[in-house]
């Protein structure tokens, strides 16, 4: 079994579009793109180096995938991220596989949940999803994601692409696993923890 691990950088309001650059995505007029740049400390990359030394593959949606071959295989030898991403094997929810060019790369079947389910049935690496809100709202709907990695910023976007789409199944997350870093910064890890149990502060 392999797990699938979604990671994302979030505003307080939810938002995880283009967080690395104003030109990453634009849609809807989004004029934030870069806004985890001036956030970035030491404590932060000592957790991204943590995670970049555990063996992955990656699951991508094909925007995001667009986005890391234009950049991933251009990047010197000897680099933490890029030597990881370029080795390990991509995944990619797409419509046009034969467009795929960077090496290792994997063109998911078209009944997308279905393949990631066989997937973390396989044996191999656990499965790291990057950005891919789409890919994201699919897998949250089906409960096809077993850990969250949530870096949460202090900062409101107002409007942009969000991780949760109103079509996630409801359930219950565990805290596994939580670290701050000097700006601000809330890393949080959350296991699936069943189903949402209620209950009444109501007097009798």
Known sequence: MRKIIATAFLSLDGIMQAPGG???DTDGG?????WTFHYWDEIMGEVM???MATPFDLLLGRRTYDIFAAHWPR???GDL????FNAATKYVATSSPDTLTWKNTVALDPNITEAVRKLGQSDG???LIQGSSQLVHALLA????DELNLWIFPIVLGKGKAFF???AKPGALKLVGSKASTTGVVINTYHRAGEIKTGSFALE
């Open 81 to 84: 991220i890029g030597d990881k």
């Open 22 to 24: 104003p030109e990453e």
């Open 125 to 127: 690496a656990d499965i």
């Open 165 to 167: 789409s109103a079509e």
């Open 142 to 145: 089906d409960d096809l994601i």
């Open 49 to 51: 180096d943590k995670a």
């Open 75 to 77: 990047v010197e030898a």
């Open 30 to 34: 989004f004029k934030y793109g870069g």
